[in-house]
C-alpha cells in the first residue's frame, strides 16, 4: 500500500511521492495541522479497496500487509487503520499476519508509534540511511542525527514491537570507509532485528542524477562501492545477522515475509499511487501522477477498466523466476525450475553458470544445502540421468562476490533463457 | 545512324585511345568526340558517356572501359574512328595494356595546368612499348592557370615526346576537338590488311548481362567474323557460336559481318566473364589461327582480405553477390573463411587497393551487405625447412615458425611525382614504409620524381592517403610489383584472455611489431567491456609476448532495490544487458563487442 507523502523529496529519490512541505504534521499532536491531501488520498485508495475484486472466492486471506512510501508514518494511525479495515474487509487477513510500515526519524513520538502498534501494526522499517549528520543533510532527509537517535530510541522502546528493520544507504556523495563502519556499529548497537543495505542508484531525473555520475567523486570509485558492500556483509554477519537477499540481513526467522514474497514469485495485491501489483500472472503498474490514478480508481469502479491480459510467455516466467531466486541466498531451486521450464533449459542454465562455478561467483549445493565440489557439480552436469537424481539441487551467488555481479550473472542466464 | 555500320577500306580505319590522369579530362573529352561525330546526339548526352558505373562517376574515374565507333568524315573522304576507353588505375593496368594493344595510336591528355602525372606516365610508356602512335593534346586551356607552354616543354623532358604540335583544346569549351579528329586520322597509322589471314580477335573487355550471357568487346587482328561463325577462345580452350555480333556506338549496334582492324562486341551464351577473359584470342573454330596473339596472362590477385557480414545471416547473401559481382570480375576470386571472431566469410583476392575498394563499396551499396573488412594482406612466399615454397595470403595460415626458413615479400617499384616543397615530407613516408630510396629526379625546375623499392604490405594501408595529406593533394604515383625479397617478417598474433583471435593476426616487419602489437592491445582495452574476471590482452611472436595489457575485472554491477514495483523495471534492464551480450563475440570465455574487431582492423590498416 503506497502512502506516498513525505516532507521533501530525498535528492536520490525518483519514487511518486506528494511533497508536503516542513509543516506538515509534527511528531506529536494528532490531527494537528493535518493536511487535507492526506485524507483525500486515504478516501480514494479506499475506493480502489473497494473496487478490487478478490482474486479466489475461497478466502485465501492476505498473509502480509505493507505500507511503503513516501513516508507512511506521515500518515495519521487513524487512516491508517481505515485502511486496515477496508483490506481486512475485503480480502480478509490471515491469523497473525505481518503488518510493516516504514517511519522516518522525525516524523512520529512514542504515543503515535503505540497508536500505529494499536491498530495492528507488528513491524517497522526506520528509515535512516546514515549515522552522519552531513550525510543525511547532503542527502537532502528532512530530519538530522539527533532524530535518528530519538526514534531508534522510541522503537526500540515501545512494548509490543518486537520486529524492526533499519535502512542504511551506501556509496553516498563523500562518504568515507570509517563513516560506513560507523554507520554499521551503530547499526548492530541498535539491535534491530532487520537491516536493509542500499547501495546508492544514481537514478535521471533526481537530483543526484544532475550533479553525480557513478563511480566520480564524490561518489566512491567501484572498488571502493565494492568494498562498502563487502564490509556490510562481513559486519553484520559477524553481528549474528544472515544476509538472505542482495540487500537484506535478518536475525534468523526475522526475514520480511512480505518481500520473500516478491522473491518467491508468488502472487501479490497493491494499492495506491503508482504502485505495481501481480494478479493472475499478471503485473500490472498504477498510474505515477495523482490526477490519472484518480481516474483510474473511477474507472475501476465503473468497471470500464480491464485488466489488459498479456499473459506471459514461458520464457519471460522463466526469468522472473530466475531473476527473484538468485536475488536470495536461497537460490535457485533447480528441480522445481527443471519441473516448470524443462530439463533442457535448467542443464543450458547450469552450464553457462559452469565457469562462475569454478571461480567461486555462484555455488552449487545439494537438497541439504551442502556446496558442492566443482568437481562434483561437473560430473553432475555430464551424468546422463535426469537432472532430478543428481545431487545438485540449488544453485545461489555466493556472499558477497557473486551478489555483487548479480546483474552480470542474472543477464547472463537471460541469455540462455532467450538466446 | 546505321551510316556508322558502313564499311570502309581499312585504310581509313583508325583504332585509338585515350591517356589521362584522373581529373584530366578524358571523359569529357571522349563525350565531345562522340557530340561532334554525331554518335551521340546532344540531347541524348549524359555527362561522361563511357563511364557507366555510379562509382566511376562519382570518383571520375573509369574502372570498366568502353568503346566507341564514330563515322568522321574528312576531305569528302568517310573515316571509321574507334575509340577504345582504358581504365586509368594501376591496379588494372593488364587490362590497359590489352586495350593498347588493341589500338594504333593514343590521345595523350595533360591538363596544361597541372602537368604530367605519375598514372599518366606509366601508361605512356605502355603505349611506347605497343609502338602506338602518340598525339599530345593539353587539355583546360580555358582555365586561368593554365601554362600550356611550359606543361608542353614538360612533356617532352619527361617523355621525350615531340610537342612542337600538340593540339591546344578545352574539352568543355569545344575548343580544338575538330583539330584533333583531323590528327588521329592523319597521324594515326591505319590497321595492317590481314583480311585474308585466319581469324585473330583480341578481346579487351567483356561484360555480363543478366539476359544474353557474358558480351564480348574485341577488336578483329586478322581475318574476319561472321554471325552464327563457330568460334574458340584459344587461351580458354572454349567454343561457341557467335549468336550475335555488332559494333558500338557506343550503344550496341548489330552487324552481320566485322572485318581486320574493326572493333566490336559479341554475345555467344556465354556464362561468365571468367570464360572470356581479357587478352584471349578469339579464332574460327573449323580454321584455326596458329598461334594466339602475344600478351595473355591470368589475372594474379595481389591484394586479399577477409570479408564477413557483420549479420551471420547474411552469410548467403554475400555468397551470391560475390558470385554477381565475379560473373563481370575475372579478377576478383574468393574463397570461404571461417574464424571464431567472425565467424563465417570469404577470403578475397584483388588486384590492387582500388579493386578492393570497388568490390566492398559495390557489395554494400548495391547489394545492401554490412561487412567486416580485414588488413588487406599481400600474397608472402615461405620458403619451407622441407624446401618446399608455398604462397601464403592468410596471416593465421602461415606456417610455423619451425616449419619455415624464410618468408619473401612482394615489393613494388614506386614512382611518386611531386612538386619540390613536398620531397621531405615524402621521403620521410617513404623510409617509414621500409621503402629503399633509389632515385631522385628533377623532371622540370619545380618537380621532381623520387623512385622506391618499397614492400607491397607497406602499401597496401593507407600509403596513398598518407602520400596525399602529406604533398596536400599534389603528389601522384605509380607503382608496379617488381618480384619477391625475402624479409626479416613475422607473425604478430593477438590473444585475449589467452586465446588467439585469428583475425586479429598479422605479418609483420619485426622492427615494427613491438609498435603495432602496443597499438593493437591498447585499442583493444580501450573497446573490450569489462567483465567478470581479469583478462590479459597480449601481442604475441610465437610464444613470446611483446605487448600485454590487462583489463580489470568489474566488481560490482549490482541493483540493490528489487521489490514489488521494481520487477518488470529491473528485467528490462536485464534483458537490455542480455541483449548487448548477445551482440558480441565470444573469445573463449570473453565477450568481445563487434565494434571492438572492426577498430582493430581499422588500426590495422593505419598502423601497418
Not at chain 1, 485488466?307 to 514461458?314: K, M
Not at chain 2, 617488381?482 to 585475449?496: C, E, F, H, N
Request: some cysteine; aromatic content about 8%; proline content about 5%.
Amino acid at each position: 500500500v503506497h502512502l506516498p507523502f513525505c516532507r521533501k523529496r530525498c535528492h536520490y529519490c525518483d519514487f511518486p511521492i506528494v511533497a508536503l512541505g516542513s509543516s506538515a504534521s509534527s511528531p506529536g499532536g494528532p490531527g494537528e495541522g493535518e493536511d487535507p491531501r492526506i485524507a483525500d488520498y486515504v478516501r480514494l485508495l479506499l475506493r480502489e479497496v473497494a473496487a478490487t475484486r478478490p482474486v479466489s472466492d475461497d478466502g485465501v486471506p492476505l498473509e502480509t500487509i505493507f505500507f511503503g512510501g513516501g513516508t507512511p508514518s506521515l500518515v495519521p494511525p487513524r487512516l491508517v487503520a481505515a485502511v486496515l479495515d477496508a483490506l481486512r474487509g475485503r480480502f480478509g487477513l490471515s491469523a497473525c499476519p505481518e503488518v510493516s510500515i516504514e517511519m522516518d526519524p522525525g516524523t512520529f513520538d512514542a504515543a503515535k508509534l503505540r497508536e500505529l502498534v494499536g491498530v495492528g501494526v507488528n513491524r517497522v522499517s526506520l528509515g535512516v540511511q546514515a549515522f552522519q549528520e552531513e550525510l543525511l543533510r547532503a542527502c537532502g532527509r528532512a530530519h538530522g542525527l539527533r532524530e535518528v537517535h530519538e526514534a531508534v530510541g522510541i522503537v526500540t522502546a515501545c512494548e509490543g514491537l518486537q520486529n524492526w528493520s533499519m535502512d542504511l544507504i551506501s556509496s553516498l556523495p563523500n562518504q568515507t570507509q570509517q563513516m560506513w563502519e560507523e554507520s554499521l556499529r551503530c547499526t548492530v548497537d541498535a539491535r534491530p532485528t532487520h537491516v536493509s543495505v542500499y547501495d546508492l542508484q544514481i537514478e535521471q531525473g533526481t537530483k543526484f542524477g544532475q550533479i553525480y555520475t557513478p563511480g566520480v567523486f564524490p561518489l566512491p570509485n567501484e572498488t571502493d562501492s565494492a568494498n562498502f558492500y563487502k564490509i556490510a556483509s562481513k559486519r553484520l554477519s559477524e553481528a549474528g545477522y544472515q544476509h538472505y537477499e542482495i540487500s537484506s540481513y535478518c536475525k534468523p526467522g526475522y526475514e520480511c515475509k512480505h518481500n520473500v514474497t516478491y522473491w518467491q514469485n508468488r502472487p501479490f495485491y497493491a494499492f495506491g499511487l503508482g504502485s505495481a501489483s501481480y494478479i493472475n500472472g499478471v503485473r500490472f503498474s498504477r498510474p505515477r501522477g495523482m490526477r490519472n490514478y484518480a481516474d483510474w480508481v473511477q474507472k475501476l469502479e465503473d468497471g470500464t477498466w480491464c485488466h489488459e491480459s498479456s499473459i506471459s510467455e514461458t520464457k519471460d516466467m522463466a526469468m522472473d523466476s530466475v531473476m527473484l531466486s538468485l536475488r536470495t541466498a536461497r537460490g535457485l531451486d533447480l528441480h522445481s525450475f527443471s519441473k516448470s521450464f524443462g530439463e533442457a533449459l535448467t542443464r543450458s542454465l547450469c552450464e553457462t553458470f559452469r565457469p562462475f562455478v569454478e571461480s567461486g561467483l555462484v555455488i552449487a549445493m545439494d537438497k541439504e544445502r551442502e556446496a558442492l565440489q566443482f568437481n562434483e557439480f561437473e560430473s553432475d552436469l555430464e551424468s546422463e540421468g535426469e537432472m532430478s537424481g543428481s545431487r545438485m539441487a540449488f544453485l545461489r551467488l555466493s556472499d558477497p562476490d557473486g551478489f555483487l555481479l548479480s546483474n552480470e550473472l542474472i543477464s547472463l542466464a537471460f541469455g540462455t533463457i532467450s538466446p | 545512324g546505321q551510316d556508322r555500320l558502313q564499311k570502309v577500306p581499312i585504310t581509313n580505319i583508325r583504332n585509338f585511345c585515350i591517356i589521362a590522369h584522373i581529373d584530366h579530362g578524358k571523359s569529357t573529352l571522349a563525350d565531345k568526340l562522340l557530340e561532334m561525330t554525331g554518335t551521340v546526339q546532344k540531347r541524348d548526352m549524359k555527362q561522361q558517356f563511357l563511364d557507366n558505373m555510379d562509382l566511376e562517376r562519382e570518383r571520375g574515374i573509369t574502372i570498366k572501359l568502353q568503346a566507341a565507333r564514330m563515322r568522321y568524315i574528312m576531305n569528302n573522304e568517310p573515316y571509321c574512328l574507334n575509340l577504345i576507353d582504358t581504365p586509368g588505375h594501376v591496379d588494372f593496368s593488364y587490362e590497359v595494356s590489352r586495350s593498347l594493344a588493341a589500338c594504333e595510336g593514343a590521345l595523350l591528355v595533360v591538363d596544361a595546368s597541372q602537368g604530367v602525372e605519375a598514372q599518366t606516365l606509366a601508361n605512356v610508356y605502355l603505349a611506347l612499348e605497343s609502338n602506338l602512335e602518340i598525339i599530345p593534346v593539353l587539355n583546360k586551356i580555358d582555365l586561368p592557370g593554365a601554362e600550356p607552354d611550359r606543361i608542353a616543354q614538360e612533356i617532352e623532358e619527361i617523355i621525350g615526346l615531340d610537342c612542337s604540335n600538340a593540339i591546344r583544346c578545352s574539352a568543355k569549351e569545344g575548343i580544338g576537338i575538330i583539330e584533333i579528329l583531323d590528327a588521329i586520322v592523319t597521324k594515326v597509322p591505319p590497321p595492317k590488311d590481314t583480311l585474308k589471314n585466319p581469324l585473330r580477335a583480341l578481346i579487351f573487355d567483356s561484360y555480363y548481362d543478366a539476359y544474353r550471357g557474358v558480351i564480348v568487346y574485341f577488336r578483329v587482328i586478322d581475318g574476319s567474323i561472321r554471325k552464327g561463325d563457330k568460334i574458340c577462345f584459344m587461351a580458354n580452350k572454349k567454343e561457341y557460336v557467335a549468336d550475335e555480333i555488332g559494333v558500338l556506338s557506343p550503344n550496341q549496334m548489330e552487324a552481320d559481318e566485322l572485318h581486320a582492324g574493326e572493333v566490336g562486341y559479341l554475345s555467344a551464351s556465354i556464362r561468365s566473364v571468367a570464360d572470356a577473359r581479357v587478352g584471349d584470342t578469339i579464332t574460327h573454330f573449323a580454321k584455326r589461327a596458329e598461334s594466339a596473339l602475344p600478351g595473355y596472362s591470368e589475372a594474379t590477385p595481389m591484394v586479399f582480405c577477409g570479408l564477413f557480414p557483420l549479420e551471420a545471416d547474411q552469410f548467403e547473401e554475400l555468397r551470391e553477390a560475390l558470385g554477381r559481382l565475379q560473373l563481370n570480375d575475372a579478377a576478383l576470386k574468393f574463397e570461404p573463411e571461417s574464424s571464431s571472431a567472425m565467424g563465417f566469410g570469404f577470403r578475397c583476392g584483388f588486384l590492387g587497393l582500388l579493386h578492393m575498394e570497388i568490390v566492398q563499396e559495390r557489395l554494400e551499396r548495391e547489394y545492401n551487405l554490412n561487412l567486416i573488412i580485414t588488413a588487406p594482406s599481400v600474397v608472402y612466399r615461405v620458403n619451407c625447412s622441407n624446401n618446399e615454397t608455398v604462397e601464403c595470403s592468410n596471416p593465421s595460415l602461415l606456417p610455423e615458425p619451425g616449419k619455415r626458413r624464410s618468408i619473401e615479400e612482394p615489393y613494388v617499384k614506386i614512382e611518386l611525382l611531386t612538386p619540390k616543397d613536398y620531397i621531405g615530407p615524402i621521403m620521410e613516408l617513404g623510409q617509414e614504409r621500409r621503402g629503399e630510396f633509389k632515385e631522385m629526379n628533377y623532371i622540370t625546375e619545380n618537380r621532381a620524381k623520387l623512385t622506391y623499392m618499397l614492400p607491397l604490405a607497406e602499401m597496401v594501408g593507407d600509403f596513398f592517403d598518407q602520400l596525399k595529406s602529406r604533398s596536400k593533394g599534389y603528389a601522384s604515383m605509380e607503382y608496379s610489383v617488381v618480384g619477391y625479397r625475402v624479409s626479416d617478417l613475422v607473425k604478430l598474433d593477438i590473444q585475449i584472455n589467452g586465446e588467439p583471435v585469428e583475425a586479429l593476426s598479422t605479418i609483420v616487419h619485426k622492427e615494427k611489431a613491438y609498435t603495432v602489437g602496443r597499438a593493437l592491445t591498447q585499442k583493444l582495452k580501450e573497446l573490450i567491456p569489462r567483465q567478470m574476471f581479469k583478462i590479459p590482452i597480449q601481442a604475441c611472436i610465437g610464444a613470446k609476448v611483446i605487448a600485454s595489457e590487462a583489463l580489470s575485472a568489474i566488481r560490482k554491477d549490482v541493483l540493490s532495490k528489487c521489490y514489488g514495483g521494481d520487477i518488470s523495471r529491473k528485467k528490462k534492464l536485464l534483458k537490455k544487458q542480455a541483449e548487448g551480450k548477445k551482440r558480441m563475440k565470444a573469445i573463449g570465455r570473453v565477450e568481445v563487442p563487434q565494434e571492438a574487431f572492426m577498430a582493430v582492423l581499422k588500426l590495422e590498416k593505419e598502423v601497418l
